[in-house]
Each structure stands twice: as C-alpha cells, then as structure tokens.
T-cell receptor, first 109, second 115 residues
Framework: RKEVEQDPGPFNVPEGATVAFNCTYSNSASQSFFWYRQDCRKEPKLLMSVYSSGNEDGRFTAQLNRASQYISLLIRDSKLSDSATYLCVVNRGDYKLSFGAGTTVTVRA | SAVISQKPSRDICQRGTSLTIQCQVDSQVTMMFWYRQQPGQSLTLIATANQGSEATYESGFVIDKFPISRPNLTFSTLTVSNMSPEDSSIYLC????????????FGPGTRLTVL
C-alpha cells in the first residue's frame, strides 16, 4: 500500500466553482501534513499546512481526520490561476516527507 | 524561506555517462534532501545529504548510482552515474524538515533526459 494515496482527477471545474478532494495516508504515527501545489514543469510549493482543527487560508480550506487517516482540501470561488496539481504530503516523523501522486485541477473560463 | 538554485536546469545526456547536479542555498541549512520525479509521477526521496558525513539513502537507491556530496551547510551535489534512459527524470533538492512541522522548500529542479 502506498504511504499517501490521492484521487488523481482530473477535476475540471468552471471559474467560481467549489472543488474538493481528499487523500489518505497509511502511517497512523504521522504528525504533520501539508498541501503543496505544483505547476507544470515547476517545483512543488507549499500551499498550506494542515492542522487537526482544520484551517483556512483565503479560499482554501484544509481538514484532517486522524481517525480515518484522511486529509482534504477545498477550494472556493475557483480562479483560472488555481489550475495546478495539488500534492498531499505527510511528514514521516523523521524529517522526511512522503508525497502523494497529486490531484490535477483545471479551472476553465 | 531560503532561496535555492540548481545547476544545470536541464541536460540531455548519453547512456553510460554521468551528470553532477549542484544545489546552492542562500543561507545555512541543517537538512538537505534530494528527490526524483519521474514523468507523470510524484516525488520520491533519494537521500538525505548530511554535512560532513555520508548521505543517508532511501530503499532502492545506492551510493554507487547516486553519489552525494555535502561539503558545507549551503551546498550539495548529486551525481547520476552510468545513466540509462530510465534515469530520465526531474531531480530536485530541498531544504527544511526541522521547523514548521517539517516543511520543506524546493529548488527549481534539473530536468534530465538520457538518450
């Protein structure tokens, strides 16, 4: 079983729509979680950390469910610039990160 | 966050040759990592570059194939040795891992094509 699994998508949504997707992780001892964004032919960039209580950053909301070992990301009022691959990332607990394969989101005009 | 640069940004190499990739950070960092991202795949950790000692390799990666140097706290190199077309990937260095819950920041990557 992969350490981090994501729905690859693609999610194709119109501007202004809400899109949400999840990932699951296998290591119940994982302590910290992140969403990274990767644009085509670019390096991954931190979008936001994910906290146990859930957290928002503008139009982005992240949730963590430790019992079910899944993490979600919701994007409200989608913009064209939100088109990217979103990587679910889990800290293995030894300074190292495990990456999901990514969820592709395309926002169309 | 630190500013990270990599050289070269891309290269096309012949089978059987080796390529050394450089990673430079604008400030001293404790942890540096090397990743590989194969076409259409996510990132896979190759090794942790340790300053002053041998790198720590992940399962499936060996020093003979991917020798790593870390002479100081701002610089590291990764060599891809005896290349084959299967080594065609993007290679990325990253820093961080010790603060902010283990957040890492990535260099721009080196796009390698092996013919």
């Amino acid at each position: 079983r992969k350490e981090v699994e994501q729905d690859p998508g693609p999610f194709n949504v119109p501007e202004g729509a809400t899109v949400a997707f999840n990932c699951t992780y296998s290591n119940s001892a994982s302590q910290s979680f992140f969403w990274y964004r990767q644009d085509c032919r670019k390096e991954p960039k931190l979008l936001m950390s994910v906290y146990s209580s859930g957290n928002e950053d503008g139009r982005f909301t992240a949730q963590l469910n430790r019992a079910s070992q899944y993490i979600s990301l919701l994007i409200r009022d989608s913009k064209l610039s939100d088109s990217a691959t979103y990587l679910c990332v889990v800290n293995r607990g030894d300074y190292k990160l495990s990456f999901g394969a990514g969820t592709t989101v395309t926002v169309r005009a | 966050s630190a500013v990270i640069s990599q050289k070269p940004s891309r290269d096309i190499c012949q089978r059987g040759t080796s390529l050394t990739i450089q990673c430079q950070v604008d400030s001293q960092v404790t942890m540096m990592f090397w990743y590989r991202q194969q076409p259409g795949q996510s990132l896979t950790l190759i090794a942790t570059a340790n300053q002053g000692s041998e790198a720590t390799y992940e399962s499936g990666f060996v020093i003979d194939k991917f020798p790593i140097s870390r002479p100081n706290l701002t610089f590291s190199t990764l060599t891809v040795s005896n290349m084959s077309p299967e080594d065609s990937s993007i290679y990325l260095c990253s820093v961080g891992g010790t603060v902010q819950g283990g957040t890492q920041y990535f260099g721009p990557g080196t796009r390698l094509t092996v013919l």
